[in-house]
């Protein structure tokens, strides 16, 4: 090849170049921001590239979701919602374009929004304007749940204040998108991300149908704000029921040297309550009694020794001698724990004075624990444990079972009387009195997972682990369809294997309705 044509190869490659940058630069709906005295953080009129020329975008209709999506088509995050006012100044030379363009929030580029078509407009003389930003200070995050904790909760978002709310899906939620909420809301990090509507549909589910600010977020884990974190899709419907995101924040750093240990019992799972706190071994003030408020706060601490200590789940407190009496100062009182703590030191708690810290102050706080479970051994209870909801003869409630660290209940699709019988008889009795499956146990008070559903027993397996369980944490239920269950000790019989007869079945339903009224009373309490 001579050199002539190798230049002349060069020149056509170059001037190729040149056309095809110019016709990238140039493609329909391509944007641009003007008259911004700003490149990171563009504030303008927005302008659309159209028929080889720039004009505006006509402000009917135009709204946070119009701007959010041109800002990402920039390349930002997000958008400052004050950057709506709208441009007024004078025409200009250039064409107006657009009007009443109409986002939602998940579309990739403007193109694909609608809008009334091209130059169809009766434009007031106000003009689209844009204010982006790669912060999303102005997304503001709330919590609900069914209990009041300020440190946990499924999650609310509202994209700018008064906005209309949105959920989180939890499709891809895990501990990085969790700590980017927590630090959002002024905690330090996150002890754990919620999945499967942890803490129960958020209320307004019931009269409509509210939508999911994004779908599969993905976060590094170092954002200011959910907004600035990549998703699969942006305000969407696209979410199974009853999959809503939650957080359990950490209310404060872990404290240097802070460690949990129960001391005096016959093995190291059971024992009274020791705490190292401020280079000193203390315990905890609760006073002396049994009544049903106290132990419901040591619960609530017990679930979180014995899960801190790895010590499986907490089978009882004690307040009494049995391990002796307290050998270390009380400095500790009104400890509060949510139950879903990783650590004590996440609890609330207050100091009390020195000149209180005799041991002689207060009840002898103890805790037996389950200790750690064999691999596939998943147990069940009754829940509101260490609270009597019956006689020694009978309880009557809803049915938890253990998986990874938490108690949640089952949902009754597909719940048989069989699976009934064997949840009796784990739990030590030999009679099913009552069986819930079908009538649902109202949901309007529990806390906490719904973690099985699509159980299969036979009827004589021993326990509801041995039966054919469904996949962990994976429903279509809400807590409305907990399993529910009443079981009886014969008179006549000592067996656990004494399964109620039909005849007996027919005669305990007529208590279902009675039954259902007292454990919508107990959810409350």
Same mark, same amino acid.
């Given at each position: 090849?001579?050199? /002539?044509?190798?230049?002349?190869? !060069?020149? =056509?490659?170059?001037?190729?170049? $040149?056309?095809?940058?110019?016709?990238?630069?140039?493609?329909?709906?391509?944007l641009?921001?003007?008259?911004?005295?700003?490149?990171?953080?563009?504030?303008?009129?927005?302008?659309?590239?159209?028929?080889?020329?720039?004009?505006?975008?006509?402000?009917e209709?135009?709204?946070?979701?119009?701007?959010?999506?041109?800002?990402?088509?920039?390349?930002? *995050?997000?958008?400052?919602?004050?950057?709506?006012d709208?441009?007024?100044?004078?025409r200009?030379? /250039?064409?107006?374009?657009l009007?009443?363009?109409?986002?939602?929030?998940?579309?990739?580029?403007?193109?694909?929004?609608?809008? @009334?078509g091209?130059?169809?407009?009766?434009?007031?003389?106000?003009?689209?304007?844009?204010?982006?930003?790669?912060?999303?200070?102005?997304?503001?995050v709330?919590?609900?749940? +069914?209990?009041h904790?300020?440190?946990?909760?499924?999650?609310?978002?509202?994209?700018?204040?008064?906005?209309?709310?949105?959920? $989180?899906? @939890?499709?891809?939620?895990?501990?990085?998108?969790?700590?980017?909420?927590?630090?959002?809301?002024? =905690?330090?990090?996150a002890?754990? #991300?919620?999945?499967?509507?942890?803490?129960?549909?958020?209320?307004s589910?019931?009269?409509?149908?509210?939508?999911?600010?994004?779908?599969?977020?993905?976060?590094?884990?170092?954002?200011?704000?959910?907004?600035?974190?990549?998703?699969?899709?942006?305000?969407?419907?696209q979410?199974?029921?009853?999959?809503?995101?939650?957080?359990?924040?950490?209310?404060?750093?872990?404290?240097?040297?802070?460690?949990?240990?129960?001391?005096?019992?016959?093995?190291? *799972?059971?024992?009274?309550?020791?705490?190292? +706190?401020?280079?000193?071994?203390?315990?905890? +003030?609760?006073?002396?009694?049994? @009544?049903?408020?106290?132990?419901? $706060?040591?619960?609530?601490?017990?679930?979180? $020794?014995?899960?801190?200590?790895?010590?499986?789940?907490?089978?009882?407190?004690?307040?009494?001698?049995? =391990?002796?009496?307290?050998?270390?100062?009380? #400095?500790?009182?009104?400890m509060?724990?949510?139950?879903?703590?990783?650590?004590l030191?996440?609890?609330?708690?207050?100091?009390?004075?020195?000149?209180?810290?005799?041991?002689?102050?207060?009840?002898?706080v103890?805790?037996?624990?389950?200790?750690?479970?064999?691999?596939?051994?998943?147990?069940?209870?009754?829940?509101?444990?260490?609270?009597?909801?019956?006689?020694?003869?009978?309880?009557s409630?809803?049915?938890?079972?253990?998986?990874?660290?938490?108690?949640?209940?089952?949902?009754?699709?597909?719940?048989?009387?069989?699976?009934?019988?064997?949840?009796?008889?784990?739990?030590?009795?030999? *009679?099913?009195?009552y069986?819930?499956?079908?009538?649902g146990?109202?949901?309007?008070? +529990?806390?906490?997972?719904?973690?099985?559903?699509?159980?299969? %027993?036979?009827?004589?397996? /021993?326990?509801? @682990?041995?039966?054919?369980?469904?996949?962990w944490?994976? *429903?279509?239920?809400?807590?409305?369809?907990?399993?529910?269950?009443? %079981?009886?000790?014969?008179?006549?019989?000592?067996?656990?294997?004494?399964?109620?007869?039909?005849?007996?079945?027919?005669?305990?339903?007529?208590?279902? !309705?009675?039954?259902? =009224?007292?454990?919508?009373?107990?959810?409350?309490?």
């Amino acid at each position: 090849m001579t050199m /002539e044509a190798s230049v002349k190869i !060069a020149v =056509f490659i170059s001037s190729l170049l $040149v056309i095809l940058a110019r016709c990238k630069a140039q493609d329909i709906f391509s944007l641009r921001v003007v008259n911004s005295t700003s490149i990171t953080t563009p504030h303008g009129r927005l302008e659309v590239f159209y028929k080889d020329q720039w004009g505006r975008i006509c402000a009917e209709g135009w709204d946070f979701y119009d701007a959010l999506v041109s800002c990402r088509q920039l390349g930002y *995050h997000w958008v400052n919602y004050l950057g709506l006012d709208g441009d007024k100044e004078g025409r200009g030379e /250039e064409p107006t374009w657009l009007s009443n363009v109409g986002c939602v929030g998940s579309e990739r580029s403007l193109e694909r929004c609608p809008n @009334d078509g091209w130059m169809r407009h009766e434009c007031s003389g106000s003009f689209a304007t844009v204010w982006c930003t790669n912060e999303a200070s102005n997304l503001e995050v709330e919590f609900f749940s +069914y209990i009041h904790f300020a440190t946990e909760g499924g999650l609310l978002i509202r994209p700018y204040p008064d906005s209309e709310p949105y959920l $989180v899906c @939890d499709k891809g939620w895990d501990k990085a998108e969790a700590d980017v909420i927590c630090r959002q809301m002024g =905690f330090p990090s996150a002890a754990r #991300a919620t999945t499967g509507s942890y803490f129960g549909e958020h209320p307004s589910r019931l009269g409509h149908q509210l939508k999911y600010i994004a779908t599969g977020l993905k976060c590094q884990g170092n954002e200011s704000s959910i907004g600035e974190c990549r998703a699969e899709m942006w305000f969407t419907e696209q979410c199974p029921p009853s999959h809503e995101a939650g957080v359990v924040c950490n209310r404060r750093e872990e404290l240097a040297g802070f460690q949990v240990r129960l001391v005096s019992g016959k093995n190291q *799972h059971e024992g009274l309550l020791e705490i190292f +706190y401020k280079d000193r071994w203390v315990t905890i +003030y609760i006073a002396s009694g049994d @009544d049903y408020f106290s132990r419901t $706060v040591l619960f609530s601490v017990g679930t979180v $020794v014995c899960r801190q200590l790895g010590y499986g789940y907490l089978m009882d407190v004690t307040t009494d001698d049995r =391990f002796g009496e307290i050998a270390v100062p009380i #400095a500790i009182e009104n400890m509060r724990c949510s139950r879903d703590e990783e650590s004590l030191a996440q609890c609330e708690f207050d100091e009390m004075d020195a000149d209180d810290g005799s041991p002689a102050n207060g009840a002898a706080v103890g805790f037996i624990c389950s200790g750690a479970l064999p691999e596939g051994k998943h147990p069940i209870r009754f829940a509101y444990p260490g609270v009597n909801r019956g006689s020694q003869s009978g309880r009557s409630t809803y049915l938890e079972i253990f998986y990874d660290g938490k108690w949640g209940t089952i949902c009754n699709t597909d719940w048989t009387r069989e699976n009934s019988i064997v949840a009796c008889r784990e739990l030590g009795y030999s *009679h099913l009195w009552y069986d819930g499956n079908g009538l649902g146990s109202g949901g309007s008070g +529990y806390k906490g997972p719904i973690l099985q559903e699509g159980i299969t %027993c036979k009827g004589d397996e /021993e326990r509801l @682990d041995q039966c054919e369980l469904g996949t962990w944490s994976q *429903h279509q239920c809400s807590h409305k369809q907990d399993v529910s269950l009443g %079981c009886s000790k014969s008179i006549e019989s000592t067996t656990k294997k004494s399964p109620l007869t039909t005849a007996d079945a027919a005669v305990h339903q007529g208590h279902a !309705a009675q039954l259902f =009224f007292l454990m919508f009373l107990i959810s409350f309490i």
